[in-house]
């Protein structure tokens, strides 16, 4: 197996990695400019020239928060990336910025799917549901060892499954999603909902104005508050509903849940999920393993460096 | 391609049929007798016989109400086949009462599936996710042009996903379930439920003590009966949650409905549920496309001869 790069663009950072065969020979990453497209792949560049002379030429994995049209390569739906409002054609446009001969892109869920896969908490199984649950919920499928995009590019958006009919409204608008109930950023929403109804909670008192990070619900969690309980009892059981369902339609024998909020909460709280999952299946014996990521947060420039083997 | 021959085990009948290329040379069918496994085959080598000689020694494939184990092709979970409690190898005893070289066995509800795909609703799409509306709710998947079984046997089991949690006890003993909404079971329980409770509806009158048929549905739909009308909403909005998240998760472009609840209602009602699949879609202009079933009950025999090519 040849060397790649893998590149791992998010909201604020952009991390980029080297790997050859199994080995993670280079990590690097940077701040995410501001500047739009052209500066972030003039970013990558650099990036690419911090990973040493073993990063020259060799195929890039691209791993985006948005969608990538597969006829098209192109990306688009990516809000949090500034600049990016228009549909971007990234993939060609970091080719020639960098000399590389082969880019590809891909869904930031979906590639760090391909990393648990090939060498975190999916290995050995055939089929690999991966779950990020952090200020919102993402995913992705492995379905017979290789990663499912799908027609639309949109396989493994789980943060937008209903999982309470007409319950909370998600941040894309429509009610009950997943997202509302496990995503940090619902949870917060729902924190200071409960709050301004006159409900005292340490997440609020620690958040202040502030945002509510993953750290401030494992503090108020490990101090006994009642609201943090619930909002978690909440995002834990919908997460069985929507994962019961993934592993029913599926057959499914392995999920991997990672992303911040679940590497705060760490391993009891992965382990209430796969409870929660298991409850509701038809033949609980035969369901899936529900487990802790291992890659934490290279799981993104991995999976995009073994994509683009 | 050659000849081979689909069975469609069921519950009350085994229909039988003969296809070569693209044409249904023959089809028979016969009641399920009663006697067990060994009754079931001598009845199948039958309908063999009655099939012609164009059926002598071709792949025969059998789809069957229950869980067919990957591993070892057993039979198992067929509470509708009398006398089959047990795990049955159902390939091998087919094989030897016929003479059949081939003899391949899977679920029913998989197998109507392939025959969508091939011949009917389903054509021309690379992933099917079919649901059998009936009695009970079953499905199964087409995913990248081949069906998919899973290593338990068990994908596709959508009538066994929660949607509506804590919700309607399911025959299979859990809560909110798919098919304790849509089922025509559930759909009868909850009727005469209603009933009990001193509410007035055609669907007890017209049943009495009987079966509530999909026929009496449609009656006292049509007359406009008000607790019909209401358990039909919550069916096709159960059906919605389920086909909504089936198509989030998979990025499906196809679903086809069919079993003997879609076929009494008719286009009217598989038109409300891809509506109602529809507005729970983040992305709903990349939705799948939900269709009437084609084949009706051809489906299973002619998906089983298809299965064996």
Same mark, same amino acid.
């Given at each position: 197996?040849?060397?790649?790069?893998? #590149?791992?663009?998010?909201?604020?950072?952009?991390?980029?990695?080297?790997?050859?065969?199994?080995?993670?020979?280079?990590? $690097? *990453?940077?701040?995410?400019?501001?500047?739009?497209?052209?500066?972030?792949?003039?970013?990558?560049?650099?990036?690419?020239?911090?990973?040493?002379?073993?990063?020259?030429? $060799?195929?890039?994995?691209?791993?985006?928060?948005?969608?990538?049209?597969? %006829?098209? /390569?192109?990306?688009?739906?990516?809000?949090?990336?500034?600049?990016?409002?228009?549909?971007?054609?990234?993939?060609?446009?970091?080719?020639?910025?960098? /000399?590389?001969? *082969? $880019?590809?892109?891909?869904?930031?869920?979906?590639?760090?799917?391909?990393? +648990?896969?090939?060498? /975190?908490? /999916? %290995?050995? &199984?055939?089929?690999?549901?991966?779950?990020?649950?952090?200020?919102?919920?993402?995913?992705?499928?492995?379905?017979?060892?290789?990663? *499912?995009?799908?027609?639309?590019?949109?396989?493994?958006?789980?943060?937008?499954?209903?999982?309470?009919?007409?319950?909370?409204?998600?941040?894309?608008?429509?009610?009950?999603?997943?997202?509302?109930?496990?995503?940090?950023?619902?949870?917060?929403?729902?924190?200071? %909902?409960?709050?301004?109804?006159?409900?005292?909670?340490?997440?609020?008192?620690?958040?202040? +104005?502030?945002?509510?990070?993953?750290?401030?619900?494992?503090?108020?969690?490990? &101090?006994?508050?009642?609201?943090?309980?619930?909002?978690?009892?909440?995002?834990?059981?919908?997460?069985?509903?929507?994962?019961?369902?993934?592993?029913?339609? #599926?057959?499914?024998?392995?999920?991997?849940?990672?992303?911040?909020?679940?590497?705060?909460?760490?391993?009891?709280?992965?382990?209430? #999920?796969?409870?929660?999952?298991?409850? *509701?299946?038809?033949?609980?014996?035969?369901?899936?393993?529900?487990?802790?990521? +291992?890659?934490?947060?290279?799981?993104?420039?991995?999976? &995009? &460096?073994?994509?683009?083997?």
């Amino acid at each position: 197996v040849a060397a790649t790069v893998g #590149i791992d663009l998010g909201g604020t950072k952009v991390q980029a990695v080297l790997v050859d065969g199994d080995d993670l020979v280079a990590d $690097v *990453r940077t701040s995410t400019p501001a500047g739009g497209p052209e500066a972030v792949v003039e970013a990558i560049a650099a990036l690419l020239a911090d990973l040493g002379s073993g990063a020259k030429g $060799v195929p890039i994995g691209v791993g985006a928060p948005g969608v990538i049209d597969p %006829r098209t /390569g192109v990306l688009h739906r990516a809000p949090n990336l500034p600049g990016f409002d228009a549909g971007v054609a990234l993939g060609p446009m970091v080719a020639e910025a960098t /000399g590389a001969e *082969r $880019v590809v892109v891909a869904n930031d869920a979906n590639v760090a799917v391909v990393a +648990e896969h090939v060498m /975190g908490a /999916g %290995r050995g &199984a055939a089929d690999v549901l991966g779950v990020w649950v952090g200020t919102g919920v993402g995913g992705g499928f492995v379905l017979d060892g290789r990663l *499912r995009v799908g027609p639309s590019g949109l396989t493994g958006e789980i943060g937008h499954v209903v999982v309470v009919d007409g319950g909370r409204r998600c941040a894309c608008g429509l009610d009950g999603h997943l997202e509302a109930y496990a995503g940090r950023a619902g949870m917060e929403k729902e924190a200071r %909902r409960r709050y301004a109804d006159g409900e005292a909670t340490l997440l609020v008192e620690l958040a202040g +104005e502030g945002r509510m990070k993953s750290g401030i619900f494992a503090k108020a969690l490990e &101090a006994g508050d009642r609201v943090a309980e619930e909002l978690l009892e909440e995002a834990v059981q919908a997460l069985g509903v929507a994962l019961s369902t993934a592993a029913t339609l #599926i057959d499914l024998q392995r999920i991997v849940v990672g992303g911040g909020v679940a590497e705060k909460l760490g391993v009891p709280y992965v382990a209430r #999920i796969g409870e929660a999952t298991r409850r *509701r299946l038809l033949v609980p014996e035969t369901g899936p393993e529900v487990l802790p990521a +291992e890659l934490g947060d290279l799981a993104g420039a991995l999976g &995009a &460096a073994l994509l683009v083997r």
